[in-house]
């Protein structure tokens, strides 16, 4: 790729992942760097995410050959609006990073320049400049919604082809219809019964206390970042009532075989959805994030956390969680460890099975 002017508006997690990955596979590219928190931009200018940030927000758009909006998708569309009044380059090309694409690629139709829409499908633990990571997008999905039938879709590709991504095109209603059912619905559905149970633990205080394990599992995506998810649900609002009027559908279904006692229904409810969950594939990057878990069976004793997370650090894997289950004095325990990625958890898989006489197991 020639020299060529980049401009990623807001850099947080996503926006300066993008920044390395571009950077690495085109180090010719000079990329200008903006965000709403200035302690953000002197980051990311001061450990090189971005060659620079420019002096005000028209001078760098005006100057640059693609835009990129990695900002929520209701700021995004400020932002569009902004690039309307303004005078770009004739050949500029705009595109986004959001979860929800309808509402955008509707506002982009009035735009008097190049947009196609995309959504980079990967997240972490972290959050912000400081956690930048070229490696975030290996193997997830890059989705390109273009609805305006813009031919420019290839420069993109080559753009982003340090993410290692694997790319996927959909019209914008076939992403927020996708993403609506496997990941926003469950959020949804998650938080609600977070707060359920929260409620429930007012009149049944010891029930905190046993919500622990397959609950905390369960409902692991309930912790996600409330602002970010407002926005999702709002810019999606259509397609996820759809959704939500059919689980409530479902719910109301289960109800009425548990009034009539129908052993047979319930039976085939549950034997339907162990089927169709045992042919998922195991830690594929999809609309959530994968949890790479590894249960390792240690004997409850002194020193094996220390022993287990040793050896894990002489191979240099980062840990981003690590927690007991289940253990009691003179019988085997598990410990479970959580990574970023399926590389270290294959990696750690086999460092402490070759290295102790441990069983470990993956999900």
Same mark, same amino acid.
């Given at each position: 790729?020639?020299?060529?002017?980049?401009?990623?508006?807001?850099?947080?997690?996503?926006?300066?992942?993008?920044?390395?990955?571009?950077?690495?596979?085109?180090?010719?590219?000079?990329?200008?760097?903006?965000?709403?928190?200035?302690?953000?931009?002197?980051?990311?200018?001061?450990?090189?995410?971005?060659?620079?940030?420019?002096?005000?927000?028209?001078?760098?758009?005006?100057?640059?050959?693609?835009?990129?909006?990695?900002?929520?998708?209701?700021?995004?569309?400020?932002?569009?609006?902004?690039?309307?009044?303004?005078?770009?380059?004739?050949?500029?090309?705009?595109?986004?990073?959001?979860?929800?694409?309808?509402?955008?690629?509707?506002?982009?139709?009035?735009?008097?320049?190049?947009?196609?829409?995309?959504?980079?499908?990967?997240?972490?633990?972290?959050?912000?400049?400081?956690?930048?990571?070229?490696?975030?997008?290996?193997?997830?999905?890059?989705?390109?919604?273009?609805?305006?039938?813009?031919?420019?879709?290839? $420069? +993109?590709? !080559?753009?982003?082809?340090?993410?290692?991504?694997?790319?996927?095109? &959909?019209?914008?209603?076939?992403?927020? *219809? #996708?993403?609506?059912?496997?990941?926003?619905?469950?959020?949804?559905?998650?938080?609600?019964?977070?707060?359920?149970?929260?409620?429930?633990?007012?009149?049944?205080?010891?029930?905190?206390?046993?919500?622990?394990?397959?609950?905390?599992?369960?409902?692991?995506?309930?912790?996600?970042?409330?602002?970010?998810?407002?926005?999702?649900?709002?810019?999606?609002?259509?397609?996820?009532?759809? $959704? +939500?009027? !059919?689980?409530?559908?479902?719910?109301?279904?289960?109800?009425?075989? &548990?009034?009539?006692?129908?052993?047979? *229904? #319930?039976?085939?409810?549950?034997?339907?959805?162990?089927?169709?969950?045992?042919?998922?594939?195991?830690?594929?990057?999809?609309?959530?994030?994968?949890?790479?878990?590894?249960?390792?069976?240690?004997?409850?004793?002194?020193?094996?956390?220390?022993?287990?997370?040793?050896?894990?650090?002489?191979?240099?894997?980062?840990?981003?969680?690590?927690?007991?289950?289940?253990?009691?004095?003179?019988?085997?325990?598990?410990?479970?460890?959580?990574?970023?990625?399926?590389?270290?958890? &294959?990696?750690?898989?086999?460092?402490? *099975?070759?290295?102790?006489?441990?069983?470990?197991?993956?999900?």
């Amino acid at each position: 790729m020639t020299q060529k002017k980049i401009m990623i508006i807001g850099l947080g997690l996503i926006g300066a992942s993008l920044a390395k990955c571009i950077k690495n596979a085109h180090p010719n590219t000079f990329i200008l760097g903006w965000d709403a928190l200035d302690s953000t931009k002197l980051i990311a200018k001061k450990t090189g995410i971005v060659d620079d940030i420019p002096e005000d927000f028209d001078t760098g758009v005006c100057d640059s050959d693609v835009i990129i909006l990695s900002t929520p998708v209701s700021v995004s569309i400020h932002y569009l609006n902004q690039l309307s009044t303004l005078t770009l380059k004739e050949t500029v090309l705009v595109t986004d990073t959001g979860s929800t694409k309808q509402e955008i690629m509707s506002t982009a139709k009035e735009m008097p320049f190049d947009f196609i829409g995309s959504h980079p499908m990967a997240g972490s633990h972290k959050s912000g400049v400081t956690a930048a990571d070229d490696n975030l997008f290996e193997n997830a999905y890059f989705i390109f919604t273009n609805d305006l039938a813009i031919p420019r879709v290839n $420069e +993109l590709k !080559e753009l982003f082809i340090g993410t290692r991504a694997k790319y996927v095109e &959909l019209t914008s209603s076939e992403h927020d *219809e #996708i993403t609506a059912m496997l990941s926003h619905l469950p959020h949804i559905i998650a938080s609600g019964l977070v707060n359920q149970a929260d409620t429930f633990n007012q009149a049944h205080p010891r029930a905190k206390q046993l919500a622990a394990g397959g609950f905390r599992d369960i409902t692991r995506i309930a912790s996600s970042d409330p602002k970010m998810w407002t926005d999702i649900l709002m810019s999606n609002r259509a397609t996820l009532i759809e $959704e +939500l009027d !059919e689980w409530q559908g479902q719910m109301t279904q289960v109800k009425t075989w &548990l009034q009539q006692k129908n052993v047979q *229904e #319930i039976y085939r409810f549950f034997e339907r959805a162990k089927e169709t969950r045992d042919q998922l594939p195991i830690h594929q990057k999809g609309t959530i994030p994968a949890f790479y878990d590894l249960f390792v069976d240690v004997p409850d004793k002194p020193g094996i956390i220390a022993e287990v997370t040793g050896l894990l650090g002489e191979d240099r894997l980062s840990i981003i969680n690590l927690k007991i289950l289940e253990t009691r004095e003179d019988i085997i325990g598990v410990l479970q460890v959580s990574f970023k990625n399926d590389h270290d958890l &294959l990696k750690a898989k086999e460092c402490i *099975e070759t290295q102790t006489d441990y069983t470990c197991r993956t999900q």
